[in-house]
Nanobody, 123 residues
Framework: QVQLVESGGGLVQAGGSLRLSCAAS????????MGWFRQAPGKEREFVAA????????VYADSVNGRYTISRDNAKSTVCLQMNSLKPEDTAVYYC????????????????WGQGTQVTVSS
């Protein structure tokens, strides 16, 4: 079993930045592919970014590519999502996800999920 705890959400003005963190426990962290997803009210959960266990491979949704950066520190068992140039449409609950399988963009690939952290971007 893997436990994931997100932090770093909050309220920010459009154009601002936030950094989300996700702390993992319960399994060797470097064995886990990690992903970030988000869900806005009334919408389906959507992929944001993912990173492989070694950190050598990353993938982003088109909507955040160039504005967001995913990174990981395997020594600290954490994955971060640096979000810059935030837009009101980035407002959502952001979820951290983990899986020992292949890094991917589809939510069903991920076995473990955090409880989510709210990000609100005001215009």
């Amino acid at each position: 079993q893997v436990q994931l705890v997100e932090s770093g959400g909050g309220l920010v003005q459009a154009g601002g930045s936030l950094r989300l963190s996700c702390a993992a426990s319960g399994r060797p962290f470097s064995s886990l592919a990690m992903g970030w997803f988000r869900q806005a009210p009334g919408k389906e959960r959507e992929f944001v970014a993912a990173i492989s266990g070694s950190g050598s491979f990353t993938v982003y949704a088109d909507s955040v590519n160039g504005r967001y950066t995913i990174s990981r520190d395997n020594a600290k068992s954490t994955v971060c999502l640096q979000m810059n140039s935030l837009k009101p449409e980035d407002t959502a609950v952001y979820y951290c996800a983990a899986d020992p399988g292949t890094t991917g963009s589809r939510a069903p690939l991920y076995r473990y999920w955090g409880q989510g952290t709210q990000v609100t971007v005001s215009s």
